[in-house]
T-cell receptor, first 113, second 115 residues
C-alpha cells in the first residue's frame, strides 16, 4: 500500500518557466512533509519541508503548498534552471506516531534549454 | 552529503555471497535509517536503528537481511546469500530535528550489484 504517491514519473519544463511537482498521500496521520532532490550517483538532499499546520512554505525559488483536505502537496520551482534537472522525492512522516519517513517513487524533472 | 559516510560505494557480489554495507552517521547523531532504491523505484524504508537498538525493522525482508548499530563503530547492513533481486542502491541516513520535525541527511549510497 503506497502511502505517498507521485503519479508523474517524469516532467519536462522549459528553462525559466515554473516547474510544478505533485504528491498525494493517503495517511491522515502524516503531519510533516518534505521534498528531497537527487542527482544520479548521489544521495538525496533535503530541499524544503512543511508542517501540517501551514499551507505554504517558501524558500527562494522553491515553494511547497499543502492542501490537507485533498491530502495533496506540490512543489513549485520558479524560475526553473538547468541545475534543477534531478529526481524529486516527496516524503511524509507522523511526528506523533513514529519516526519513520515514507517516500514516494519520485518524479524526474528535465529542464529544457 | 559529506556528513554521512557510506562504504563501499560500489560492491559486486556473486549469488550466494554475503554483502556488508557500512554507514557512519553525522557526528553526534545516534539514529540511523536504511533505505533501498531498486531500479526505477523510489526509496523504500528498511530499518531504523539507534545505538545498540533496532527501533523499527518493518521494511526489512524477513530472511537474509539484518542490521546493527553497535555502541562503537558504524551501522552495518548485512545481506546473506545475495540474489540478483538484491541489486539496488542502499542509502543510509542520519536524523536531525528541524523545528521539532525529523529531517534525514543521506549518504551517497552503496550500489550493490549481484552477478
Amino acid at each position: 500500500d503506497q502511502q505517498v504517491k507521485q503519479n508523474s514519473p517524469s516532467l519536462s519544463v522549459q528553462e525559466g518557466r515554473i516547474s510544478i511537482l505533485n504528491c498525494d498521500y493517503t495517511n491522515s496521520m502524516f503531519d510533516y512533509f518534505l521534498w528531497y532532490k537527487k542527482y544520479p550517483a548521489e544521495g538525496p538532499t533535503f530541499l524544503i519541508s512543511i508542517s501540517s499546520i501551514k499551507d505554504k512554505n517558501e524558500d527562494g525559488r522553491f515553494t511547497v503548498f499543502l492542501n490537507k483536505s485533498a491530502k495533496h502537496l506540490s512543489l513549485h520551482i520558479v524560475p526553473s534552471q538547468p541545475g534543477d534537472s534531478a529526481v524529486y522525492f516527496c516524503a511524509a512522516s507522523s511526528l506523533t506516531r513514529d519516526d519513520k519517513i515514507i517516500f514516494g517513487k519520485g518524479t524526474r524533472l528535465h529542464i529544457l534549454p | 552529503n559529506a556528513g554521512v559516510m557510506q562504504n563501499p560505494r560500489h560492491l559486486v557480489r556473486r549469488r550466494g555471497q554475503e554483502a556488508r554495507l557500512r554507514c557512519s552517521p553525522m557526528k553526534g547523531h545516534s539514529h540511523v535509517y536504511w533505505y533501498r532504491q531498486l531500479p526505477e523505484e523510489g526509496l523504500k524504508f528498511m530499518v531504523y536503528l539507534q545505538k545498540e537498538n533496532i527501533i523499527d525493522e518493518s521494511g526489512m525482508p524477513k530472511e537474509r537481511f539484518s542490521a546493527e548499530f553497535p555502541k562503537e563503530g558504524p551501522s552495518i547492513l548485512r545481506i546473506q546469500q545475495v540474489v540478483r533481486g538484491d541489486s539496488a542502491a542502499y542509502f543510509c541516513a542520519s536524523l536531525y530535528r528541524n523545528s521539532g520535525a525529523n529531517v534525514l541527511t543521506f549518504g551517497a549510497g552503496s550500489r550493490l550489484t549481484v552477478l
